[in-house]
């Protein structure tokens, strides 16, 4: 935000601020939020990891929100002023007026803490696997309000302490007795690969699972036909730096699992 408006680039700036407010902050750490929502209540009992979580949740609301607030307002002074003095309401340690508040830095927000690269690795792979899930149940045609029964075991990626986040965000329930898988993705994130087995009966379209089957099966054939005229390539090889064609061999591996691996869901489908 200061650089693009120190250069004068207004539309930058707002730009850089609308999609950080609108795609991190309200579409995903607002979600994740609403996890522990029901024990930022008065009086609600809880333990006492239950009770950090919920103070560490108000923090960060609280302290993200009046940054957004101050960084918005010669944007939208109004709607930001009418917001700034319902939520902080003469509460110590905030100007009354949002119009003479310090524009905001960095120590506002951090106090100078370092940023914790496992922390953000862990939300970034519990992002992609709500994404996938998400997308699959899109492609199934399954309402965004129906919760479907599903198992995943989330250790070795990693994200055993994101587990209720993701069933929240991705509308996955913790599968009961007599638990019965209709469908699997495979999701690799950057720990290990996560297997999500669902139950989808009277949910899947059978018609549409193989038709982006088919799709996803299209793609890794082409991937595997590209990785192969390049390690076919004797030119390319000689020239070509170690690490790249290590890369290549990689792709190429992935390409002949991801083949194999959908061919067989394939074959497990029902026919229509």
Known sequence: MDKNLDAYEFSKANEALYHFAWDEFCDWYLEMSKVDFPRL????????????RAASTRLVLGRVLDTLLRLLHPTMPF???TLWKALTDGSEGFAESLVISAWPDASMTTDGAAIDEVAARRIEDAQKLVTELRRFRNDQGVKPSQRVPARMDIAAADLSGQEEII??????????????????????LSQ???VVELD????????AERKRL???LAKAEKELEGTNKKLGNEAFLAKAPDQ?????????????????????????????
Do not use: C, W, Y
């Open 41 to 52: 209540a008065e009086g609600e009992e809880m333990t006492e990891e239950q009770a950090a």
């Open 79 to 81: 709607v930001t002023e």
């Open 167 to 188: 069933r929240s965000l991705a509308r996955a329930e913790a599968p009961e007795e007599g638990f019965n898988a209709t469908a699997s993705i495979e999701v690799r």
């Open 192 to 194: 290990a690969t996560v």
């Open 200 to 207: 989808t009966s009277g949910t899947v379209d059978v018609a």
């Open 214 to 216: 088919e799709k996803d």
């Open 244 to 272: 790249v064609v290590e890369k290549i061999k990689a792709r190429h591996q992935v390409a002949l699992e991801e083949i194999e691996r959908i061919k067989a869901r394939l074959e497990g489908l029902p026919q229509a």
